[in-house]
């Protein structure tokens, strides 16, 4: 029997110690992500609970696949779906958790199963990691800001909102592409 399952068990038991770390790191954020709506209030659905797990063993699996990128996109969708509509400190630790499995699925993509990660390379996602963080702690500080005013809609507010996030992500576009050349 020489079908898929086999190179996928063989690939795992190839893989190196970070990259059992790295897969362990997909299969918990995803269960984190799977639990907070629970924390914080929210609901769990049947329908997106189930795939979300299967997409999340399959993803430890087949890192080098496009099943992280199902995997990440069907968390976002769950997380909305099963959220009240409501920026609490959930939600930051929502996204810092998102973030953290994309980071983890992108490590564990790199090169073959035995590969060990350069430091510099780890560093630079740490960094990323950090930033993208700091930008969502940022964006939810300034949410609880506005819900505190109580202020009345308003397009130009909005209008403003989406030029200062599009010169932010310039702005951090540039600069991690200068470290990158680096």
Known sequence: MSGPAPGV???????SAQQRVLRAGVLGASLLLLVLPVAAGGSLTWFFTVPALVLAV?????????????LVLWLGVFWLR????????????????LAVLH????????GPPGLVLDRGLLSRWARRLLLCSVAAALTWAASEVIAFL???PSRLALALALVAVLGWAGLLGVRLARADAD
């Open 82 to 97: 099963s959220m009240p509509d409501r920026v609490d400190a959930w939600t930051l630790v929502a996204a810092v958790d």
């Open 103 to 110: 980071v983890a699925c992108t490590a564990a993509s790199y």
């Open 58 to 70: 399959l993803a430890a699996l087949l890192p080098e696949s496009n099943i992280p990128l199902a």
């Open 150 to 152: 109580d202020l009345p």
């Open 9 to 15: 068990l063989d690939r795992l038991s190839l893989a």
